[in-house]
Every structure is written in C-alpha cells, then in structure tokens.
C-alpha cells in the first residue's frame, strides 16, 4: 500500500472506532439510570461505596428526602456526570470491537511471532487492569470511611457528584493502570533487556519504591488504599521475578545446549576468517597477503 491508502486506512478504522465508542457511549448513559434484570444500575454501582451503611453517620440527610444521594451544585452536573460515566463503561464493555480497528491496523507489518507476542501481551493487560479495578472498586468504600471520619462529629459529609465520581474513576484507574506494571517487567525480561539476576538484586529497592509510588499515585491519600495497592504490586513484582528467574533459567539450558557460550567471538561470528589464499594459508587462518583476501560469503543466520 502507498502512504496515501495507509492514510485512507488509518482514517477508516478510527471512524470505525469512534463508532463503537459512541454506541458504547450511548449504552452506558442509558444503563446509568435503568436496571438490567438483576444487574442493578450503573448509578447504583457508583454510589455504592458512598451509601454503605457505615457511612451513615458522616452523610447529610435534607429534610423530607429519603435515601442516599449525591449533591448537584450546578445545573448541569447531574447530566455530565451521567455521560461521562456512561461513556466509559461503555468504551470498556466495547473495547473489544474499538481495540480490534487498531489491531487490524498494525497486523499487517507484523510477522506470526510478533502477533502472538502481542495478543499474549494484550490479553495479560487487560485481565491485569479489569483485576486493579476490582481491586479499587472494593477498597474505595473503606477508604471512603477513613477519609469522611477524619472530621468526627464536628464534621458532616455532603459530597458533590462531580467530585465523588471523579475520585472514583481516577481509583479505578490508578490501580488499573498500575498492576501493568509488573507485566511490563516481564516483557523487558522476554526482550533481555534486565536479567533475572539484576531483579534480584535490586529486590528490596523496588519494594521501597512501590511503597512510594502507592502513597503518591493513590488520590484519597487514606492509608488503606495506599496499603492495598502497595501490598497487591508487590505480590505481583515478585510473581514477575520468578517469572524472569524461569524464563532465563529455560534459556540458559538452551544456549548450554546449542554450544553458543563455549565458542569464542571468531568462531561465533567468523567473518574475518578466508576459505584459502593465493600465499597457501589454511582454511579459516588470516591471510597475509598483500591484497585483500577473497571472503567467505556468510549470511547473518551463520
């Protein structure tokens, strides 16, 4: 294909991929506010962690309303919080479909190891960001309770829609975006850019520093949240280091068994050696004729 049917290519699969987005979209603002048979409401499911009962001393209660409820202070608040909502949840149950434009796009300049490279890598990412979510989404009632009881009784708790929602999207998707992490470990592992031996080695640095990261990254700033992320990344660190420990053990037996370390620099790559010379010199010696000696014609794979 020539740059401009690429152009034309990259252009149809984004139209592609707004289109399910925007179908997603629309899904998701209307699930926010109706039932799916037992599935409750998308509404419901966010103001979950807010309405727990333990909660129910810290939140205000407005005369003659029953329930628990989120605050609107603007006029449009309610409405964009409904779409911005609904458009994710809708973009993540699609994103097979959208995801999928992408993957058609790049598939052809990839060979067959590098395709099951990379839909291995995909999937692994997407099971490690549905689990950080669900992660979050379980730890953000406790860290609810620990933030709003800051105050005792000298404080009630009246949030804003806007801003609980975006407390819990952004959770979500910390912890999302942070059980990758690991993964990515074992990926540059695969590609020999760090060795086993180097994770080991800076083990007890990297638990330091996953501790550092969780209490920046986390935005309740609670100390549970910043303890089950950091707890959940350092199990997950670890199952990456024995993963590399596997992986370069496997390769080590291989390379034992091919001979590769036993050679030396001339015999692994021999370009600089001659099949003969005018001067009578044994194959694979250095010439030292005057003239530059005839060389073999080795290709890479020799």
């Known amino acids: 294909m020539s740059l401009k049917e690429h152009l034309y290519e990259l252009r149809h699969r984004l139209a592609l991929a707004m289109l399910f987005v925007t179908i997603g979209a629309v899904f998701g603002f209307i699930w926010f506010g109706v039932r799916l048979g037992p599935v409750p409401s998308l509404g419901e499911i966010m103001t979950a962690p807010y309405c727990q009962p333990d909660l129910a001393p810290y939140r205000v209660q407005f005369p003659g309303e029953t329930g628990c409820k989120l605050l609107q202070t603007e006029p449009f608040e309610a409405f964009m919080i409904r779409l911005q909502v609904g458009t994710a949840a809708g973009a993540v149950l699609l994103s097979p479909f959208w995801l999928y434009q992408f993957w058609a796009f790049i598939t052809p300049g990839l060979y067959l190891k590098e395709r099951k490279f990379a839909r291995t890598f995909v999937f692994f990412a997407a099971i490690l960001f549905a689990a950080g979510a669900v992660l979050a989404y379980l730890v953000v009632p406790e ?102 420990r596997v992986h370069d053990k496997r390769k080590a037996r291989l390379r034992a068994a091919e001979g590769w370390d036993s050679l030396d620099d001339n015999e692994a790559a021999p370009f600089d050696y001659v099949a003969s010379d005018a001067d009578g010199n044994a194959p694979g010696e250095k010439s030292l004729a005057a003239e530059p000696p005839k060389r073999v014609n080795y290709d890479d794979a020799t």
């Open 143 to 244: 860290g609810l309770q620990v933030l709003i009881s800051f105050g005792g009784d000298e404080f009630i708790t009246a949030l804003t829609g806007g801003k609980y929602v975006s407390f819990v999207i952004t959770m979500l998707f910390i912890f999302g975006v942070s059980f990758e992490l690991p993964l990515l470990v074992v990926m540059l592992n695969r590609a020999g850019v760090i060795s086993y031996e180097k994770l080991a080695k800076w083990r007890r640095g990297l638990l330091m520093g996953l501790f550092v990261f969780a209490a920046i990254a986390t935005p309740g700033t609670d100390p549970i949240s910043m303890v089950v992320l950091a707890l959940a990344l350092s199990l997950l660190f670890e199952m990456a280091i024995q993963i590399a």
